[in-house]
């Protein structure tokens, strides 16, 4: 887990003391890239890690999110999401499952806006995704017969 060990030197580096449910935590968000809650991820580490606290979860996430290793995620009307894929990318969030999913598409990549310097976009996408369609349509067609 070269990438694990990556962070875990780099946060050391900047003075952060890391206990074993703290590298559990970045361990397990390395190997699961996708988007968590810190729910999410209490209930998977306190598996193995039965004393761990949800402060300690929500304490690593924010270094974690301070850091750069983490980028939350604000989705109207829902818990925030913590997404632990590092490269800047949208989102595609499907108002009928609930579904996340990440949208590869760059968006226009533009120095700045009226002026105003830009460092980094995040877009999101609200809809229907193309599993909650293809129910639909199944729906349609059994209706038909
Ligand atoms: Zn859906
Ligand atoms: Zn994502």
Redesign the pocket.
């Known amino acids: 887990m070269e990438e694990v060990n990556k962070i875990i030197l780099e946060l050391k580096e900047k003075g952060y003391v890391l206990s074993i449910p703290r590298i559990a935590i970045i361990k397990y968000l390395v190997s699961n890239r996708t988007h968590h809650t810190a729910e999410s991820i209490y209930k998977a580490i306190s598996k193995e890690y039965p004393t761990i606290s949800v402060a300690t979860v929500y304490n690593t996430l924010k270094v974690l999110t301070n850091e750069g290793f983490v980028n939350q995620l604000f989705i109207e009307g829902e818990r925030v999401f913590y997404d632990s894929t590092p490269c800047e990318h949208s989102h595609f969030i ?1 108002r ?2 609930g ?1 996340i999913k990440d949208i590869k598409d760059k968006p226009a990549k533009k120095a700045s806006v009226d002026d105003n310097k830009i460092e980094k976009i995040y877009l999101y996408f609200y809809g ?2 193309r ?2 369609i293809e129910k639909k349509e199944t729906k349609k067609q059994n209706k038909k017969i």
């Open positions: 499907c009928i499952c579904k229907i995704c599993e909650c």
